[in-house]
């Protein structure tokens, strides 16, 4: 595997935290602790405007397919929702008062799902706005969601060390997952929907098989906490993002390293916790504590010989 960094966007003036692609090719967002959203053009390789002002940190970034809108979860706990052909934000959705640490969105249902520190997760509908539900996950802040390719199934990656499954269709409790002795920051489900990743705190990639919920895998990651886990969209790899600074390339099929991103690997990558992801085609963004994003164009060619790093 051949990876080759592409180029880097600057100007964030306080650690990063959350990184989406527009609905619209080539558009990348971006937001941390800074007073603003930004939006970025990854074809010009350039910055374009601050979207708009945020009242806090933004932790969460979401741009749900065939919507024209985008959300930001702010540390406050409000949800800010921006209008792209209005060119405004429309309005805030209003239910938790901790932190908001991930959205994600099940189109077929039409509805919003919104993480947060009080342990709850708040389910919005898409199309007015509007509260539909929610529901206790833990009893202590919800890191990170994963809706299942066929959407029948969502997975809630929590602060008290566990994986919380629900069924997605009436969201009843289907599962818990315990294998992490610390805090789970991550949860991904593959793109074929049998394997879900958890990555937490204690450097573990955890990969659990969706049809028994039986863990399958425990891979010794990372030196510090794993911060994200995301699959190529069509490729057999996913990628993960550390606090220790690194970026690496696993398979997807037999769950190899396949590339370590680090400085220590020669390459001129981050300086400080990697903290979010973001696939566009072949090319892996990432951004973190360092204020900077990097594009690195990453070569879907065959691991090398035995399937070690290189």
């Known amino acids: 595997m051949q990876v080759t960094k592409a180029f880097e966007l600057t100007g964030h003036q ?11 090719s080539g558009i990348l967002f971006s937001a941390g602790n800074d007073k603003g959203l930004v939006e970025w053009s990854l074809e010009q390789k350039a910055f374009i405007k601050v979207m708009f002002p945020v009242p806090a940190s933004v932790y969460a970034i979401h741009c749900p397919v065939g919507y024209p809108l985008m959300f930001a979860g702010t540390r406050n706990g409000d949800v800010l929702v921006f209008d792209f052909i209005q060119q405004k934000i429309i309005a805030t959705l209003k239910q938790h008062t901790k932190p908001i640490f991930d959205i ?4 077929d249902k039409q509805e919003l799902l919104v993480a947060s520190e009080d342990g709850t997760v708040s389910i919005w509908n ?9 529901i206790k996950v833990s009893g202590d802040t919800i ?24 069924n997605l269709t009436d969201y009843s409790h289907s599962n818990t997952l315990k294998d992490h002795t610390m805090a789970v920051f991550s949860v991904q489900y593959s793109p074929d929907g049998q394997h879900l990743l958890s990555g937490a705190r ?26 994200h886990i995301l699959f190529h969209p069509t490729e057999p790899y996913f990628a993960s993002a550390s606090m220790d600074k690194s970026i690496k390339i696993w398979g997807a099929d037999d769950f190899k390293l396949y590339k370590i991103i680090s400085r220590e690997k020669g390459f001129a990558g981050h300086q400080l916790s990697v903290n979010k992801l973001a696939w566009n085609g072949n090319q ?26 290189t």
Do not use: M
């Open 14 to 24: 306080n650690p990063i935290f959350a990184l989406e692609l527009s609905q619209k």
């Open 104 to 107: 994600k969105s099940a189109i």
């Open 126 to 134: 898409l199309n007015t706005l509007q509260l539909v539900h929610a």
């Open 143 to 166: 890191r990170s969601i994963s809706i299942s390719p066929n959407e029948e199934q969502v997975a809630f990656g929590c602060r008290d060390n566990a994986v919380q499954i629900y």
């Open 202 to 227: 204690d450097a573990q990639i955890k990969v659990w098989d969706t049809a028994t919920f039986t863990l399958k895998q425990s891979i010794a990651a990372h030196l510090f906490a794993v911060n």
């Open 284 to 309: 892996l963004l990432s951004t973190g504590d360092d204020k900077r994003i990097i594009a690195w164009d990453v070569s879907p060619s065959q691991p090398s010989p035995g399937g070690r790093a």
